[in-house]
């Protein structure tokens, strides 16, 4: 464990967890609102507005921040407005990005798969810096007394959004919060995950999760801590093996689904039954 | 008396649909004041409820309750409205318990930033209570049964403590002795608190003693609006006669 003497590889550890814990948090939102269309959107804008800013030489994160932020301001107006499914809105966007993200990256100064390109597009452990670990302890302080404050809307919203709405709860505000907040949190775990890989880090921990308990209160905690193990267990994964950060945690994460989806206490429970 | 809801010239479109899925409703209700809605399959009476409820957009027409209307004050109106909305059946991993999905019911009521306190629980455990299904509160909601849970979805209605009850087949998937039982309940609830209710039901036989009118719906339109007594004597002339004839 020579590695973790130096700083880089504790910030990119410290910045893995706190990923890690903020995307499993955010994940059971995405899962629950039935947003999941929205986390490959957002991961994709992101991906684009890095690319961008590899493109004309400005910081990635920045780039990647408008750009998640602006699509994610636009989805849910736009779906009403246009009186379509936001799955439907998204899937547009997802595509528009998506293309948007290989221009930028043909347009790149840098020649080839340079490192700040692979770092866009797969993850880098290199690339976290101690200011995004301000930032992401910020966002992530930010998030969990957001979701304490509006616990009893996000809980009642995500039984089912319509309930909620006969229960007098205005619960689009919460909607459009949670699209900005997938934005922002995606963004932010760009640089560790990359553009393509980052969504598997909001859907798997939360779909873990949600295989082993009967309670959304406990299902809260034990996301996040999925998300965490996911990543630093992908961290080390990625220095022993030398193989790319961002695909060794999708990887990871996906390996804890497979064995949640088996041996979910669950479906044991429904085989008796 | 006051009237607690009024309707006029009420027209409600779905979404990507062309024709209205009610039509010209005018209808008033007063205070206290207990309705059944009958009618045959897709006679607008679901949608009836949600545009009382705000919950669809007024395609013509005004929609009052409270004497607020319902596109402006929407969210304060649904705080004081108890609904039950038809077949609602949750999915067997559902992570909610009972005792969650009652305790939901008053969260429009309680608002945003303020925490449920002792007194919202032991309102909810009350009206679960009321409805026989107190020791279900900590089992996940969606291992009931279909009849538990439509009484799971009755006590959070319940637990909200609203000035007007919207159920829409509230006794549906309920055997006879539950469904008279809580038939009962509601009633003496409704006369207690001079709550206005409106029960949809297909069921003509479901319609209690105790009911002040009978609307009937058919195609989207209200095609007769009077008492149990003279609607029922002549409901062979509203409706086909496959639907009197399975009701009665």
């Known amino acids: 464990m020579i590695w973790l003497e130096y700083a880089i590889f ?19 939102f995405v899962v629950r609102m039935r947003l999941s269309a929205i986390g490959y959107s957002m991961s994709h804008s992101a991906f684009a507005g890095a690319a961008l800013g590899v493109a004309i030489s ?36 997802f595509s528009l ?12 100064p840098q020649v080839g798969l340079s490192s700040e390109v692979a770092s866009v597009i797969w993850g880098s452990i290199v690339a976290v810096t101690n200011r995004d670990l301000v930032y992401l302890v910020i966002l992530c302080s930010t998030t969990l007394a957001l979701t ?23 619960t689009k505000p919460f909607i459009y919060f949670m699209i900005f907040l997938v934005g922002i949190v995606v963004a932010f775990s760009l640089k560790l995950v990359g553009g393509i890989l980052v969504y598997a880090l909001l859907f798997n921990p939360a779909s873990s999760a949600l295989q082993y308990l009967h309670d959304m209160k406990k299902i809260i905690v034990l996301s996040p801590i999925i998300g965490a193990i996911s990543c630093v267990t992908g961290f080390f994964m990625s220095l022993i093996f030398d193989m790319p950060v961002g695909s060794c945690i999708a990887l990871v994460s996906t390996l804890i689904f497979a064995l949640s989806v088996t041996f979910s206490p669950k479906r044991k429970r429904r085989v008796k039954t | 008396m006051a009237p607690i809801i009024e309707l006029e010239n009420v027209s409600t479109v779905y979404e990507g649909e062309r024709r209205p899925a009610i039509k010209n409703i005018n209808l008033t209700l007063e205070e206290g004041e207990l309705a059944y809605i009958i009618g045959p399959n897709a006679a607008g009476k679901t949608t009836l409820l949600e545009t009382i409820n705000g919950l669809l957009p007024i395609f013509e027409g005004r929609v009052s309750v409270f004497n607020l209307d319902v596109e402006k004050y929407g969210r304060e109106i649904r705080c004081q409205i108890g609904y039950v909305p038809q077949d609602f059946m949750v999915d067997p991993g559902e992570p909610y318990t009972a005792l969650d999905v009652v305790l939901m019911g008053r969260y429009g009521k309680i608002g945003v930033l303020r925490r449920t306190s002792r007194e919202d629980k032991e309102r909810a455990i009350e009206a679960m209570r009321l409805l026989g299904v107190e020791e279900l509160a900590n089992r996940p909601i969606g291992k009931l049964s279909g009849g538990q849970q439509q009484k799971v979805m009755i006590a959070r209605a319940l637990a909200k403590e609203p000035r007007i009850f919207l159920l829409d087949e509230p006794f549906s998937n309920l055997d006879p002795e539950s469904r008279d039982k809580i038939s009962a309940l509601i009633d003496q609830i409704r006369r207690e608190r001079n709550i206005t209710t409106i029960i949809v039901t297909h069921d003509i036989g479901q319609i209690s003693d105790s009911c002040h009118r009978v609307v009937v719906m058919n195609g989207g339109r209200i095609i007769a609006d009077g008492k149990p007594s003279e609607i029922l004597k002549d409901i062979r002339e509203f409706l086909p006669k496959e639907y009197w004839w399975s009701s009665l």
């Open chain 1, 10 to 28: 504790q910030r990119a550890l410290i910045g893995g967890i706190i990923i890690g814990l903020l995307a499993g948090l955010i994940g059971i």
């Open chain 1, 58 to 93: 400005i910081d990635p994160l920045l780039t990647a921040l408008v750009f998640s932020a602006v699509t994610a301001l636009l989805i849910g107006p736009v779906a009403d407005k246009a009186r379509l499914p936001i799955d439907m809105i998204t899937s547009i966007a």
């Open chain 1, 97 to 108: 990005n998506m293309a948007l993200a290989f221009i930028f990256l043909t347009l790149s």
């Open chain 1, 148 to 170: 304490y404050l509006f616990w009893k809307e996000l809980f009642a919203i995500m039984f089912d959004r319509r309930m909620a709405e006969a229960d007098g709860i205005n």
